[in-house]
């Protein structure tokens, strides 16, 4: 399953259709309509319709629900609503377990075909909020579903905080472990880096926000969750590659196709050893440089 690369993915609350229309010009990645935490109990239902309309009205962007999650009564009704066949991806919050996986999956398989859809057309991204979610993070983005669902997971780390009774830094330390845990399972698992948690301290300041996205890049998130249009660039600049970066990733998939084409899995440039590993790294840089440009 291939929904990326994503450098930022912008929050907008499901209420709210005029700020939906506005995220999705403001340059992310991608933008999560909120049907959970954004939007009141007593409003919920009645946003489900709206947030299905601004799905199938933004089709040509990239657009993920966070529907409600599992003990909240209200999933089965939000991901009936808002399944269409122009969504690609729902966030799922809050999951913890394996089993979890295994039951958004059977859910998403009858609704996709009572919506007449390919089986597997819904990508699935699980929040990891919890000391119980993190303990088990591998053991969720290793769950198997066929077809596969779960594309990453993303760190939020308000929940986390809360569920551990400790408070968010700007140093960020008391979410290092977590940070470094989910990672390592994804890339294990064999699925795309995660989403780190949103910085959230001070949206003010830009320079505490870079320096927080740089530790997230530093230990193998692939983006970051984004709450206001003004984290967005800060981000970019420090997910993207730089044009040195960009150059060198073309002339080691150059090297390496042209002596893969000669036999040869392993190779030296620029005095550098070449092989899958340093190629795969190099076609990701190109793929992130591609979205750069659209």
Request: glycine content about 6%.
């Amino acid at each position: 399953m291939d929904f990326g690369p994503i450098r930022t993915a912008l929050f907008v609350p499901g209420n709210r259709p005029d700020r939906v229309d506005k995220a999705v010009n403001v340059g992310a990645d991608a933008v999560i309509i909120d049907l959970e935490d954004a939007v009141a109990l007593r409003e919920k239902a009645e946003t489900r319709p709206i947030v299905r309309e601004k799905v199938v009205a933004h089709r040509d962007k990239r657009i993920i629900v966070r529907v409600n999650g599992f003990d909240s009564g209200l999933l089965h009704g939000d991901l009936a609503e808002v399944i269409v066949e122009d969504l690609e991806c729902v966030m799922i919050p809050k999951v913890d377990d394996p089993g979890r996986i295994r039951e958004i999956h059977r859910l998403l398989l009858e609704l996709e075909k009572e919506k007449g859809m390919e089986p597997g057309t819904i990508a699935v991204i699980p929040l990891i909020e919890s000391a119980k979610a993190v303990e088990n993070v591998f053991r969720i983005v290793s769950e198997r579903t066929d077809p596969p669902r779960v594309y990453t997971v993303a760190f939020g780390a308000a929940d986390f905080t809360l569920d551990m009774g400790t408070e968010i830094t700007m140093e960020g330390t008391e979410l290092i472990y977590p940070r470094s845990r989910i990672p390592i399972a994804c890339r294990a698992a064999g699925i795309a880096p995660p989403l780190d948690t949103p910085y959230m301290i001070d949206l003010k300041d830009l320079d505490a926000l870079k320096a927080d996205v740089r530790r997230a890049k530093q230990l193998g998130f692939q983006g970051k969750l984004c709450i206001h249009p003004n984290q967005i660039k800060p981000c970019h600049e420090v997910f993207s590659p730089t044009k040195d970066e960009i150059i060198y990733a073309g002339r080691v998939i150059s090297a390496f196709d042209k002596a893969e084409a000669e036999g040869v899995a392993a190779l030296q440039l620029d005095g550098k050893f070449i092989d899958y590993p340093v190629v795969e790294k190099a076609r990701r840089i190109i793929s992130l440089a591609k979205i750069n440009t659209t």
